[in-house]
């Protein structure tokens, strides 16, 4: 097992789908930071099941509970721990999964790897762990505030409904003005449309979140393992559902000649350092450059459908499984705020990481 | 700075393109375990510059050098150092670019976070660096072998030209068959004809490496944060040049419904637990399932181009660049060798953190 | 800050003395150990305030809830998280010691570092954060009992008063039989009374705890930087209180000659490789050698005495503060139960790593 | 194996005593440092063998070479890498020892943890490793000279004679006026005598180090677990034949009631905080507050002696050793070098990872 993500601002999270509570402890924070716990209460209100209709009609309050590390409103330095107690995890039955193991999800690796598992909902592999990420991340968003750094993720994809339009034309505050969380309102509407279809079905459908990160200084990022994309890169893996990552020009870029992909270098009018293109999304040997940072993120159809599927049990024997229950028919719109809270926490790391490299 | 990486099979690299040697500590290697230079050294010469005249023309023996660890041919667990010399590290001018910012080179990043850089030829943020992670992972993947795991990678794209046959219909065996490594006779042809193109125009190209693990047994990887995916994808993305990273049915697979992406178990006449497709990339919940393990790697265009190009230098001001000596048109086959070291170095990490996980 | 102890045994402690709760995380305990809530409330119960009359009056249940990692009596290899909520976290008046520095506190090196402090009978500082240890360390003491290994702890010294008999003479059966924890009745007498001295004296005194280890396997420990004492060093040295750590021989034995401290090995009846004398406490070259392992752990007396005392306040103006409310005279008899979940910590630890060494 | 020690300021160490090198990899440490070979040279030549007739008669020169991290006499934040050559690694005759468990030496307990064994002089069990610490602490020291703090050590003790002086009535300018390295002349010719007189019956003597840190600001340690006195002690106790670590008061202070130990604060004329007492050694909570730190390392006397002594091989039989070559009778005036560079090292790391705990 390895729950503890973060060189100097670390997390641990715990916690399963269907135990009392989930939870992470946040080390390394900063003493002096101002944090409320509505900041935190509002950023797991983004992530929150039954917030709209189509996204998971369970009805969760997640309701976050501050058990040490921040004092009169400050964090003093200490380890902060953030609980939020998980509803009725006794009141449902899991007979038909015990013994099943669900298709694409992790039931038999599980099994196989810990000689047990707890079955309920998933358990730990279950996506209810990112409770614990989305609350860390709002403290570490707290702490990037301080250094002027935003962190605009949106859904950029579902199915095959691309918003195909450059970040800088987006008007980054009408992310939450839809469902979906696509900036664009025309290509919002298909998407709904097409996850509405996809619920319809008793199917589900994949897509991905860009995420756009602006106010970063120069120098963040720790070569040559621990480079700013590579640790982006591994954060955005770790979130459930993750398939690929991309920065900058991405797939896309291995088409282009160096002499089209090259960024340019140039001194503005204010004599800062600026690049005319940003097919380095931001990065150059692992190290922000000033630029903006973007990223794509792509997340796989959710495995749990419901319709019946062929599969095996413990015992090797094939059986029929049929998905019950309210699940998401599309994760993106609550990946979203995943994704910036993976996003906040790494910046945090590196902001702090930054600070012992020179003299 | 960070140059280790892994949690018991761990690395350490260190070197600058034109100090003296560049050279890696492995710590964790199991004791016990029968290895000679050779091996070592005939992973290095698949990396080697000058090996075919779509590389790099440069001649560099790159003979390595073991200074502790191994004893009368065997590992004794204690750290093995291994040291490749630079060759010629003296004999260049690189007044022209002292105080340049090389365009998408890290010129300018290493200069602002550090306040100095070494700049020949690229310091620590050339790509000479794998040097030290290809010696390593010859080990890591001699003790794979007692594993029954190999690692085949090769060069599935070059800039648009794209092998469409899905690797089970590849002999792994023909990949060094052809100097670009790619095992299809007849794309490798159009790829190194391609190639051939971007350094007669004096320009460069990028493409894609798709490796592919057969052998790993089920259980490797450890969530929620050091998923086996999560771990390849940051591996893949520290690779100097590397843009995106994908598992399974990565970024394409976002269009599919659920119904048609889950991998539905059965069991086969051995008894063995299969699934009947793999887009799960044989991974799921961040842990091998016993299924072939494969991904995508995207690496940009070489950002070294033998045509002028405008930048600025460290005092802000313009300045026309133009890059000199022996460079390679596309890093394509050089980087086959080192995704494959980085593969086995995060698999065998995860070998030897599985032997931890059951009473 | 540091929170975490371990590399593949790992806790994360939080909580501060006078906040809502104390918990803690363990990350890497394997799967399939059986595990009750009352083997680690029995632990805890060592610990607890107010089990005589030599120790601080409070009263505190300190009853443990498992939110985490156990599922129908067995660990899941996910993390295990443990809290005890703290009782009358709010009746308190702390207004004496908001901004006044405690002699041979931690207020001041707190606020010096982090520019602020949770000034509540110590926050973080306070030993009440060893609660999360204790009862971490009764998982690990649960593992542990797997591969045969066990602990005792006991008060081998209270101010001169010193335990002189080998620990072979002594009856480990008898250390929980008075209350001071020192397993000869008539040296524990005379602690009891030297313990009851200082605490009418409106005073406090130091000691020593001698802790055994039997069973353990040949081979723990990982060179050269985490040897088997040095982790037990470090750990003991983390807890509050602490000012020495010795092992085998110790300080006493550099008065030798290398020719008296040697310990020559035998062969026993059963084939058995043993030392005829063990000066080397267990260990050689930071590796157990199967013989019994033995450290004394030196606790200086509790600062907190209720005598008044001149001391500074937060602006630097001298102050008379005057120790309130109700402490231990002598933290031995509580620090037994600590020592051991330290010390079992450890050996977890390095159970677990060793099994990645050899092929 | 654990061959890497810090976490911001970090070195991985490599080499057996009669491999081709010994050698450290600097990870951490920050740009803009000026440092010379002589100043890592210097250091050694306070290491090395043959420096006076106590001390073992082998000739090593332990030349340094700088691989890599330093360019143009800066350090550029990348990692550094020093090597020094061992010399006639092949020229002794080891068949003596080669099946032999040689008494309170690792022989026995590394062929068991790893199966195998460099048998040479010691392999990675030797104090030869030490070479790569020392070449490492220098390089640490000079970056806390930037902050103003220095580390005296001296032996204080040589079998039962004891230099009971307080450390501030010692002239640390005359710690290497001796070859024993005791400032004080008069204690320092009864020790000299003492090793002269073991050295002649072919026997050892242990003794103690004490080591004094000035000038290190307040804030340094991170509680709980890394607190500076349990990270010093780790990486005292990690080095070769030390078998106990006190600070402040240490097993002393144990005996004195609290209102005796207690340091009470005070404001001095400019305004400072100090404390009229310094039984805490400096460290209060784990963390540094402004005083004087001050600690004693117990080293056991050296385990080769050149008496004959009875042990078994590794069959279990029963054989008669004698040491031959050439030996330190008392480890003592060269581990003075290597608990300074311990030192540095421990401080330097937390300077770095004190940067960031503050907003």
Redesign the interface.
């Known amino acids: ?5 973060g ?2 601002f ?1 997390i ?5 789908s269907h ?5 992470v ?1 946040i ?2 924070c ?4 101002a944090i409320s716990i509505d900041e935190i209460q509002t950023a797991l209100d983004r992530r929150r099941p039954g917030q709209s209709d189509i996204t998971t009609p369970r009805k969760e309050e997640d309701k976050v ?5 921040i ?1 009169e409103g ?1 964090t ?6 953030l ?1 939020v107690n998980n509803k009725d995890q006794h009141s449902h039955d899991y007979s038909h999964i015990q013994h099943a ?1 669900r ?4 039931d ?3 099994t ?7 079955y309920r909902g998933g ?3 279950s996506a209810r ?1 990112t409770v614990a990420r989305v609350a860390a991340g709002a403290v570490a968003a707290k ?1 990037l505030q ?1 250094y002027g750094i935003t962190i605009n993720g949106y859904v950029s ?1 579902v ?2 409904i691309k918003l195909r339009k450059h970040y800088s034309k987006l008007d980054f505050g009408k992310i939450d003005s839809n469902k979906v969380r696509c900036p664009d309102g025309t290509v919002a509407a298909k998407m709904i449309g097409l996850i509405e279809d ?1 619920r319809n ?1 008793l ?6 979140v860009t995420c756009v990160i602006q106010g970063a200084p ?2 963040l ?7 700013l ?3 982006l ?3 955005m ?2 979130i459930n559902a993750v ?9 896309e ?15 503005d009018a204010q ?1 800062n ?1 600026k ?1 005319r293109t940003n ?3 931001g990065i ?7 630029q903006d940072i973007y990223f ?1 993120v ?8 419901l ?1 019946p ?4 049990n413990d015992a ?3 059986v029929t499984l049929q998905g019950k229950g309210r699940h998401d028919p599309c994760v993106l719109p609550r990946a979203v705020p995943i994704v910036d809270a993976m996003a906040a926490l790494v910046l945090a790391d590196f902001i ?8």
Chains 1, 2, 3, 4 share one sequence.
């Open positions: 097992m390895s729950n503890t993500y060189t100097l670390r641990t999270t715990f916690g399963e135990g009392p509570a989930v939870g402890v080390d390394g900063p003493a002096g930071l509970t501050i058990l040490s590390g004092f400050i003093t330095g200490t380890p902060i721990a609980v193991f298709p694409s999800h992790a038999y690796t599980y196989a790897k810990y000689g047990t598992r707890d358990g730990r592999s762990e702490l301080q994809q199915g095959s996809a079905s199917d589900t459908i994949g897509g991905v120069v120098g990022g720790e070569p040559v393992f621990d480079k994309h590579a640790e890169g591994k954060a893996l770790s398939k690929g990552f991309e920065y900058g020009s991405g797939f870029g291995v088409k282009l000649r160096g002499s089209e992909h090259n960024d340019e270098f140039y001194t004599g350092v690049t097919h380095s999304g150059q040997g692992g190290i922000s450059n000033g794509n792509a997340f796989k159809p959710v495995a749990t459908i319709q599927q062929t599969t095996i090797g024997e094939e702090l990481r930054q600070k012992a490299n020179k003299v």
